[in-house]
């Protein structure tokens, strides 16, 4: 009689740690990944190369400036 009273309560505890416990902080951490995700890829999609940018002209030849004295 005893023993199955000691296995009942065993099992309640077993019960309310698995529902209360690990299966809460399992969805949290689900639900954090998927939003760190989504900000990555709404990231990368607005970091995207902008179109059409014309590379700036190469410098011409280097002339050397020399201050002349009056």
């Given amino acids: 009689m005893i023993r199955l009273i000691i296995e009942l309560v065993v099992l ?3 019960y309310k740690f ?3 416990l690990i ?3 399992y969805r949290a951490t689900k639900q954090m990944r998927d939003k760190m995700e989504e900000a990555g890829r709404n990231r990368m999609q607005s970091t995207a ?3 059409n940018e014309s590379p700036k002209p ?3 030849d280097y ?4 201050e002349i004295k009056d």
Avoid: M, Q, R
């Avoid at 002339?63 to 020399?66: C, G, K, R, T």
């Fill in 18 to 20: 698995v529902f209360e």
């Fill in 49 to 51: 190369p902008e179109k």
């Fill in 23 to 25: 299966i809460p902080v």
């Fill in 63 to 66: 002339i050397d400036y020399e």
């Fill in 58 to 60: 190469a410098p011409k």
């Fill in 12 to 14: 309640y505890l077993l």
